[in-house]
């Protein structure tokens, strides 16, 4: 039974089951999440795809930086406090998984506010840094 005064084509109704997310929740997260990494984006002045790519930069940037610290507290533990390793690695690890999949939601939002927003054609290519260098490698 659907609530009162809603039609299918409202919302979460017009989502499509899927096995592996049956009742559309993870789904409406990710709209959620994008909404209000695209208000920030709106009210943060990215409005450019300058101003865009500038982020995808600094968002791989930041996640280099948190993998360099990450291995600089192995080391240190392993110098200072040898028995505190095996707590360490524990930790650094959930660290890596936790800056992984924060960097590859933040880009996945990038990219598809740069797509919706700014009009942007987001392929892989177009937006390594390097992607530059490629291209005019083969002339």
């Given amino acids: 039974m659907r609530p009162a005064g809603r039609k299918p ?3 979460l109704w017009c989502i499509p089951m899927s096995l592996n997310d049956p ?3 993870q789904a409406a997260k990710q709209a959620r999440d ?12 990215v409005d450019s795809l300058d101003a865009a790519e500038r982020c995808l930069v600094n968002i791989r940037r930041n996640a280099i930086v948190m993998v ?7 080391v240190l533990a392993a110098v200072i ?3 505190a390793l095996p707590i360490v690695l524990v930790c650094s690890v959930a ?5 992984g999949v924060s ?3 933040g880009r996945t939002h990038l990219l598809r506010y740069m797509a919706d927003e700014l009009g942007a054609e987001t392929s892989r290519a177009a937006v390594r840094p390097d992607a530059s260098k490629d291209a005019g490698a083969g002339d």
């Avoid at 994008?34 to 002045?45: I, K, N």
């Avoid at 360099?68 to 192995?74: A, D, E």
């Fill in 9 to 11: 084509s409202d919302s």
């Fill in 68 to 74: 360099w610290l990450v291995m600089l507290s192995i």
């Fill in 103 to 105: 960097t590859h939601r």
């Fill in 34 to 45: 994008y909404a209000a990494v695209a208000q920030a984006l709106r009210e943060a002045g």
């Fill in 95 to 99: 660290v890596l998984l936790w800056v």
């Fill in 81 to 83: 406090h040898p028995p």
């Fill in 23 to 25: 009742f559309g929740r």
